[in-house]
């Protein structure tokens, strides 16, 4: 059975895998593109992780953590996902081996009730067309309000 636990500081090197795990590559490409994992905006984006603006949520099994939901306060313009200061950015994984179950989906309505109690208005996301995970973000209320560099930036309202 699934539990969820806060996403803590100690948790800084987990979390760092789930922000790979979370950079979705086309099945076309040859291998995982993690150059850009140590840009400053995707770096930004984990690091330092438990500053009170911070908002996580690990899935467990079995005594195992199998993925992340976090969200984030950044700064103006950082992040594919940005919307405007008062918006967290989400970011969220799983390992493979877990995917497909609902696993996603309960981390995620647990996430985002907690930043509707936090009084956060929306939350919003990056997300490659590509990417089966859109239908996901569809399905749970996420809405498209632009695009930025191919990615789909989108936002789904907490109350």
Avoid at 77 to 104: C, H, K, N, S, W
Wanted: some cysteine; hydrophobic content about 40%; charged content about 20%.
């Amino acid at each position: 059975m699934l539990s969820l636990r806060p996403l803590l500081d100690s948790d800084q090197e987990q979390l760092h895998r789930w922000l790979q795990l979370a950079a979705w590559t086309a099945p076309t490409a040859a291998q995982p593109d993690t150059a850009h994992h140590h840009e400053p905006a995707v770096v930004e984006s984990c690091s330092d992780w438990g500053s009170p603006f911070d908002l996580g949520l690990v899935a467990r099994l079995a005594s195992r953590d199998v993925g992340a939901c976090w969200l984030r306060l950044l700064p103006e313009d950082v992040g594919l996902g940005y919307v405007d200061i008062f918006t967290p950015q989400l970011g969220m994984a799983l390992e493979p081996e877990f995917r497909q179950r609902g696993y996603g989906r309960q981390m995620l309505s647990a996430l985002l009730h907690q930043a509707a109690c936090r009084g956060y208005a929306q939350v919003s996301l990056s997300v490659h067309p590509d990417n089966p995970a859109l239908r996901f973000y569809q399905k749970a209320g996420f809405n498209t309000v632009t695009l930025r560099q191919y990615c789909h930036v989108m936002v789904t309202k907490l109350f």
